[in-house]
């Protein structure tokens, strides 16, 4: 079992950078391959980012390939994702989720637990 929860979110303009965290409470995490996915208003949740156990290995969707980092902290239990150049199209609540395998996923059903998550809003 392990429980997440997001921060950093907020109101931001076009071009603005912000990194949001995810906290992961258990003493599982170094086991777990993470992501960042976001749901906008009206659409489906979708993937944006994942990261495997050790943090070696990433991967994005290319919509946010390079403008997006994710990164993550095992000794604080913690997952990042910097978002720079935002625009209006990155409007959406962005979750961490985690899955106990090796790999990320860019598939969200692979996900087995996931945070509240965290508004991110984007004017132009």
């Known amino acids: 079992q392990v429980q997440l929860a997001e921060s950093g979110g907020g109101l931001m303009h076009a071009g603005d950078s912000l990194r949001l965290s995810c906290a992961a409470s258990?003493?599982?995490?170094?086991?777990?391959?993470m992501g960042w996915l976001r749901q906008a208003p009206g659409k489906g949740r979708e993937f944006v980012a994942s990261?495997?156990?050790?943090?070696?290995?990433?991967d994005y969707a290319d919509f946010v390939k390079g403008r997006f980092t994710i990164s993550r902290d095992n000794a604080k239990n913690m997952l990042y994702l910097q978002m720079n150049s935002l625009v209006p199209e990155d409007t959406a609540v962005y979750y961490c989720?985690?899955?106990?395998?090796?790999?990320?996923?860019?598939?969200?059903?692979?996900?087995?637990?996931w945070g509240q998550g965290t508004q991110v809003t984007v004017s132009s």
């Open positions: 989720a985690a899955r106990a395998f090796q790999d990320g996923s860019n598939w969200d059903k692979a996900y087995d637990f």
């Open positions: 990261i495997n156990r050790s943090g070696g290995i990433t």
């Open positions: 258990g003493r599982t995490f170094s086991d777990r391959a």
